[in-house]
Structures are given as structure tokens and as C-alpha cells.
């Protein structure tokens, strides 16, 4: 308890040393002012002017520091795209990784016997973005739902942020010695963008940039840099031309093509290693209800049944609701808390025929 009190002093002094100095620095000149303006020859009306005048500067120090302060100690929501300095604080907060890299618990390497193992790939979407508590995130509600029907299983989740369809490949190849039964595969609309030619890195990198006076304010001030990115119309912008960078992907043959055979061979491989398959699609919930992509989805819906998989697609449960009953935050545009639970209801659909030939843990 002491131990822990200390660290979170000694880290509140770290962080906010600057707006102490400015405060006890105010304090002080706040005093001696005050003793110099009463000392003075003038007036009793201009004393009292003076003195206003002064204590309002010391005031607006002090709420200014103190609303610095909730920012970088108080305020808890997630950025979707990154840029905030508050997204750097939600993340210290809430994501950890293990000893792979990946937001769980560390993998036991050996699979113990009558243990039914589901790995998870996918990107930020399965890592959980937005989510604080991982017991919020699909997989985890999963496993659990699978325990309590009786099923010995472990669920990894194998979720990075930003990687597409590319990268969750060749991630999986690094990670499959740990000899998975059932891939899970989150596929999201922006999945197509090709490794080191993604049009939407380019679009986050370029609307990142700001001018090295906004950069070193936003660096000592949470507060101006927050108020910098949501009252600049830059950052909706960015939303805008990421949902066009992902979707004119797909009305690119070539680009299509190569996608649409690089699922192809991964899903023949997985059925070559005998990997029973589940992929769920996920939709831009920030663009519902009036959604602009049906068309994408039912695409890639047909890509996966012409290649043996029958793919979970969620927007055939969310048409009709609203953006903002879906979404992490106002800011962050991930799945909230609701669309994970729904996905993982769906998934248990579709996995509970998968098990049905499996033992049961007569233990649960």
C-alpha cells in the first residue's frame, strides 16, 4: 500500500513538476505583489484594482494547472486515431502486453492435454481498441461462455493494432507453433491495404504533421493539445479520407485480386495444418446507420464461402442502430463494449458445432 502510494507520487511529480514550479512560483509572487501594492503610496481604489488585477493572474494560473491536471491524471478516453497526448496516458492506463506482444496473459507454450486451443488474429479490433477492461473484448467473453457450457479451451488473442490482412499472416506463421485447434479471423474493410503501400498509413502520417510551435505546445499541455485536435477540423478530415483510402481499395482489380489470393492461400494452408476456421467481419460501426459499404461486405462474405468458410458478418445485426450507440468513445470509433459481446455471442454459434465432437471438462 505505502509502496504503491509512493510510485504514484513519485510519478505525479515527474509528470506535473513543471505546473508545481509554476505554482508555487505564482504563489509566491502572489504574496509579495500583495505586500508591495499595500505598502505603496496609491490609493485605496488602485490598491484594490491592483490586487484584483493580480489575484485574477494567480487564478487563472491555478485553473489552468488544474485542469491540466485532469487531463493527464483524470480524463479516461481513448483516441481513436492517435494523435491525442491523452490516447499516450489511456493506453499506460489500460494495455498491456505480454511476453509475445500481445495484450493478454503470457501463452503456456506446451498445450496440456484436453485442451482445446483458439487463437484469435485480426488488428486493433480484437486487441480491443477502446476496450479498458480485456474481459470486455470478444475473445475473452468467449472463453469464458465456452468454460461455463463446459469446454476446456484457451483463448489467445492475438489482436495488433494497424496490421491488415498482410501482416495477421505473416504474424500467425511466427505464432502457430503453439498449436492452435480454431482460428478465429476478424476481418475489418480496411484489411485489403497492402503491406508497405497502405493509402490510410499515409493518410494518418500526413494529418499527423503539425508545425513545430503546435508540437511543442502540445508536448508540455494535455489540455491545448486537446483542445487543438477537437477544435481543428483536421481531425474529422481524417476519418473521412481513411474510410475513402480503405474502401477505393476495393475497387481497385489488381489490388482486389492479390487480396482476395492471399486469403485464398492462407485459408488452404490452415486446411492443409487441419485448423478448423471461424472468421467474423466487423463494419466501420461509426458509419451506421446509413452505411456505405454493403456492397464491400457482401464481397468479401462470397471471397470466404467460395474458399470453404462461412464468415460471421456483423452488420446484419447492427443495420438500423446508431454510430453512437456502437462506439468506444466520441473520439475513438472501435467497437464498444456492446458490439464485442454481440461478436462473441455469434462466434459461440458457430464454434459450439466445432466442439460438439470435443471432451467436455467434466471439472467446470
Same mark, same amino acid.
Given at each position: 500500500?505505502? /509502496?504503491? /502510494?509512493?510510485?504514484? /507520487? #513519485?510519478?505525479?511529480?515527474?509528470?506535473?513538476?513543471?505546473?508545481?514550479?509554476?505554482?508555487? $512560483?505564482?504563489?509566491?509572487l502572489?504574496?509579495?505583489?500583495?505586500?508591495?501594492?499595500?505598502?505603496s503610496?496609491?490609493?485605496?481604489?488602485?490598491?484594490?484594482?491592483?490586487?484584483?488585477?493580480? /489575484?485574477?493572474?494567480?487564478m487563472?494560473?491555478?485553473?489552468?494547472?488544474?485542469?491540466?491536471g485532469?487531463f493527464r491524471?483524470v480524463?479516461?478516453? #481513448?483516441?481513436g486515431?492517435?494523435?491525442?497526448q491523452?490516447?499516450?496516458?489511456?493506453?499506460?492506463r489500460?494495455?498491456?502486453f505480454?511476453?509475445?506482444?500481445?495484450?493478454d496473459?503470457?501463452?503456456?507454450?506446451?498445450?496440456?492435454?484436453?485442451?482445446?486451443?483458439?487463437?484469435?488474429?485480426?488488428?486493433?479490433?480484437t486487441?480491443?481498441?477502446?476496450?479498458?477492461?480485456?474481459?470486455?473484448?470478444?475473445?475473452?467473453?468467449?472463453?469464458?461462455?465456452?468454460k461455463?457450457?463446459?469446454?476446456?479451451?484457451e483463448?489467445?488473442?492475438?489482436?495488433?493494432?494497424?496490421? %491488415?490482412?498482410?501482416?495477421?499472416?505473416?504474424?500467425?506463421q511466427?505464432?502457430?507453433?503453439?498449436n492452435?485447434?480454431i482460428?478465429?479471423?476478424?476481418?475489418?474493410?480496411?484489411?485489403?491495404?497492402?503491406?508497405?503501400?497502405?493509402?490510410?498509413?499515409?493518410?494518418?502520417n500526413?494529418?499527423?504533421? $503539425?508545425?513545430?510551435?503546435?508540437?511543442?505546445?502540445s508536448?508540455?499541455s494535455?489540455?491545448?493539445?486537446?483542445?487543438?485536435?477537437r477544435? #481543428?477540423?483536421?481531425?474529422?478530415k481524417t476519418?473521412?479520407?481513411?474510410?475513402?483510402?480503405?474502401?477505393?481499395?476495393?475497387k481497385?482489380?489488381?489490388?482486389?485480386?492479390?487480396?482476395?489470393?492471399?486469403?485464398?492461400d492462407?485459408?488452404?494452408?490452415?486446411?492443409?495444418?487441419?485448423?478448423k476456421?471461424?472468421?467474423?467481419i466487423?463494419?466501420?460501426?461509426?458509419?451506421?446507420? %446509413?452505411y456505405p459499404a454493403? %456492397?464491400?461486405?457482401?464481397?468479401?462474405?462470397?471471397?470466404?464461402?467460395?474458399n470453404?468458410?462461412?464468415?460471421?458478418?456483423?452488420?446484419?445485426?447492427?443495420?438500423?442502430?446508431?454510430?453512437k450507440?456502437?462506439v468506444?468513445?466520441?473520439?475513438?470509433?472501435?467497437?464498444?463494449?456492446y458490439?464485442?459481446?454481440l461478436?462473441?455471442?455469434r462466434?459461440?454459434?458457430?464454434?459450439?458445432?466445432?466442439?460438439?465432437a470435443?471432451?467436455k471438462?467434466?471439472?467446470?
Open positions: 500500500m505505502l /509502496f504503491n /502510494f509512493w510510485a504514484h /507520487f #513519485s510519478y505525479f511529480i515527474k509528470d506535473f513538476y513543471g505546473y508545481l514550479i509554476a505554482l508555487t $512560483v505564482a504563489s509566491l502572489l504574496l509579495f505583489l500583495t505586500y508591495k501594492i499595500f505598502e503610496e496609491r490609493s485605496l481604489k488602485r490598491k484594490k484594482v491592483y490586487i484584483s488585477l493580480v /489575484f485574477s493572474a494567480f487563472l494560473i491555478v485553473c489552468f494547472s488544474a485542469v491540466e485532469y491524471f480524463y479516461d478516453q #481513448s483516441d486515431l492517435g494523435f491525442l491523452v490516447n499516450k496516458k489511456w493506453h499506460e489500460h494495455v498491456v505480454n511476453s509475445n506482444f500481445y495484450r496473459r503470457d501463452f503456456g507454450q506446451t498445450k496440456k492435454e484436453g485442451v482445446i486451443r483458439i487463437g484469435a488474429i485480426g488488428d486493433s479490433l486487441l480491443g481498441g477502446g476496450i479498458k477492461d480485456v474481459n470486455n473484448r470478444y475473445t475473452n467473453i468467449l472463453e469464458k461462455k465456452l461455463e457450457a463446459g469446454y476446456n479451451v483463448v489467445f488473442n492475438l489482436g495488433k493494432s494497424g496490421e %491488415d490482412t498482410q501482416e495477421e499472416i505473416a504474424d500467425y511466427k505464432i502457430k507453433y503453439l492452435f485447434d482460428i478465429v479471423w476478424e476481418y475489418f474493410l480496411n484489411d485489403i491495404q497492402p503491406l508497405n503501400a497502405s493509402t490510410g498509413t499515409t493518410v494518418i500526413n494529418e499527423a504533421v $503539425v508545425s513545430p510551435v503546435i508540437k511543442f505546445i508536448q508540455k494535455y489540455l491545448l493539445d486537446y483542445l487543438y485536435w477544435l #481543428s477540423a483536421r481531425y474529422q476519418f473521412a479520407e481513411l474510410k475513402n483510402a480503405d474502401l477505393n481499395r476495393y481497385e482489380p489488381d489490388t482486389l485480386a492479390n487480396h482476395e489470393k492471399q486469403i485464398a492462407f485459408l488452404k494452408q490452415l486446411k492443409e495444418d487441419n485448423k476456421v471461424v472468421i467474423i466487423f463494419p466501420f460501426v461509426h458509419l451506421l446507420p %446509413d454493403s %456492397d464491400v461486405h457482401e464481397e468479401m462474405s462470397r471471397v470466404f464461402r467460395e470453404g468458410v462461412e464468415a460471421i458478418d456483423l452488420l446484419d445485426y447492427l443495420k438500423g442502430k446508431q454510430a450507440d456502437l468506444a468513445s466520441r473520439f475513438d470509433f472501435h467497437p464498444n463494449e458490439v464485442h459481446s461478436a462473441a455471442d462466434l459461440l454459434e458457430k464454434m459450439l458445432p466445432l466442439l460438439q470435443q471432451p471438462n467434466s471439472g467446470q
